[in-house]
């Protein structure tokens, strides 16, 4: 019969071959399915477009902005565990822009949306989003866009969550 010092020995080794088996498996996998990315919005009336993709799913931001100088903005995109959803979202992190955008128009580009939202602040310093009025942008299949006339120019923040053509598979 084994003694119970063998058998916590055994079990011991067992676990420390699990754990150095663990430690050796690549962590960065995440890394592969999520980014974020500093970006510059610049002011001047000009169509600018900033984009970024995680495998074959892309997130496009493109706008128009007026007065003061260049804020710095993020991009983070992500693609969930089960390659079934494609999150994009594009905010400045100091919470409410101070450019007045007169266009603006997130696209999706291998996902059809699924939820999305726009806000004229975000959650900084104590201050929640504050989301845009319903009226103001159009959720189309790929892409979220001001809506002409309705829009009252300010954006801080726009979430896209769209679903892959693998969850149709």
């Known amino acids: 019969m084994e003694s119970p010092n063998n058998f ?19 962590v960065n996998a995440s890394s592969e399915r999520t980014k ?10 000009v169509v600018h477009t900033f984009s970024q993709e995680i495998q074959e799913y892309e997130c496009s931001f493109t706008y128009a902005s007026q007065g003061g100088t260049n804020e710095q903005w993020l ?9 079934r959803l494609f999150s994009c979202s594009v905010w ?7 450019l007045f955008f007169t266009q603006f128009k997130a696209e999706l580009k291998g996902a ?8 004229s602040q975000t959650a900084s310093a104590g201050q929640s989003d504050v989301p845009l009025k319903p009226g103001e942008f159009t959720v189309g299949d790929s892409t979220v866009t001001h809506t002409s006339g309705k829009f009252n120019a300010q954006l801080s923040k726009l979430t896209a969550i769209g679903r892959t053509r693998h969850d149709e598979l």
Not at 8 to 26: D, K, M, Y
Not at 36 to 45: C, D, H, L
Not at 92 to 98: D, E, F, I, L, V
């Open 8 to 26: 916590c020995a055994v079990n011991l080794a067992a676990l420390l071959v699990f754990v150095l088996i663990s430690a050796c498996v690549p």
């Open 36 to 45: 974020t990315v500093e970006f510059n919005v610049k002011p001047g009336g």
């Open 75 to 83: 991009m983070s995109v992500g693609l969930s565990d089960d390659d």
């Open 92 to 98: 400045r992190p100091q919470g409410k822009s101070y």
């Open 112 to 119: 059809k949306i699924e939820y999305a939202n726009a806000y």
